[in-house]
């Protein structure tokens, strides 16, 4: 998968790219993903990427044509999936959405910054909106990170054990139950018998039953009737 995400600030971007799971799946050819300096495409001698609102109101407005030269650019090379803006008017992230985005090949992802992007970008070449919640962020970076980590360790063979993904919380709308790890017993405090049993099928009833204590406690809202009445009976 290619994803080019175009930033006014690409430097925001470098760290969170450059690491980890991210590192890993762009070294194994899985994921290549080009930051793009929407600065580079303004005409004007100063490199001005923004102005003045029309209308007038406080905030600078990414202006249109640094942003459209940009995307004219990638959309001349390949076809893209979807366009997406970070915004936080956008459909929220969850992991359906995460799980569904990781089987394309291309996506493009354009971060404001300002007050946000001229409207005839998020009219004519804008196919998906996404926030990553209900608070306002000064620019569509950090958002795109998160979006991209959560789109990127879904690849296949990204992760190195292939089905850790799939037990991750909200993956089957649960939780995820606790996890041990040595020693058996750090300071009086016990892990649970059971995850020292080896039995396999007993472990497994054990961490069901836990993800939906814990989603049940926490998260009542993913729970579906039939879950929520077996809690109550
Ligand atoms: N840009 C500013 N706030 C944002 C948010 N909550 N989600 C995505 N992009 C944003």
């Known amino acids: 998968m290619r994803i080019d995400i175009l930033s006014a600030v690409p430097e925001l971007l470098e760290s969170p790219m450059q690491h980890s799971i991210m590192k890993r799946a762009q070294e194994k050819g899985l994921l290549e993903v080009v930051v793009h300096n929407i600065r580079e495409y303004s005409l004007s001698k100063q490199k001005q990427i923004d102005d003045y609102q029309y209308g007038g109101?406080?905030?600078?407005?990414?202006?249109?044509?640094?942003?459209?030269?940009?995307?004219?650019?990638?959309?001349?090379?390949?076809?893209?999936?979807?366009?997406?803006?970070?915004?936080p008017d956008g459909k929220r992230l969850d992991q359906p959405e995460a799980n569904f985005l990781s089987m394309k090949n291309n996506l493009m992802i354009i971060c404001g910054h300002y007050k946000g992007i001229d409207e005839r970008i998020r009219e004519h070449y804008v196919t998906k909106e996404i926030s990553i919640g209900d608070y306002v962020l000064s620019g569509g970076e950090l958002g795109a990170a998160v979006l991209v980590d959560s789109i990127g360790r879904l690849i296949p063979g990204v992760l190195n054990d292939g089905t850790s993904a799939l037990f991750d919380s909200f993956q089957d709308d649960l939780l995820a139950p606790p996890i041990y790890t040595r020693p058996a017993e750090y300071n009086g405090w016990k892990v649970p018998e059971i995850l020292l049993s080896g039995n396999t099928k007993l472990i497994d009833e054990w961490r069901h039953d836990q993800s939906i204590k814990?989603?049940?406690?926490?998260?009542?809202?993913?729970?579906?009737?039939?879950?929520?009445?077996?809690m109550n009976g």
């Open 57 to 87: 109101g406080a905030g600078m407005v990414m202006m249109v044509e640094p942003l459209a030269r940009c995307i004219e650019h990638l959309k001349n090379i390949r076809t893209y999936d979807d366009i997406i803006y970070m915004t």
């Open 214 to 230: 814990r989603t049940a406690e926490r998260r009542p809202d993913l729970l579906d009737n039939d879950e929520r009445l077996t």
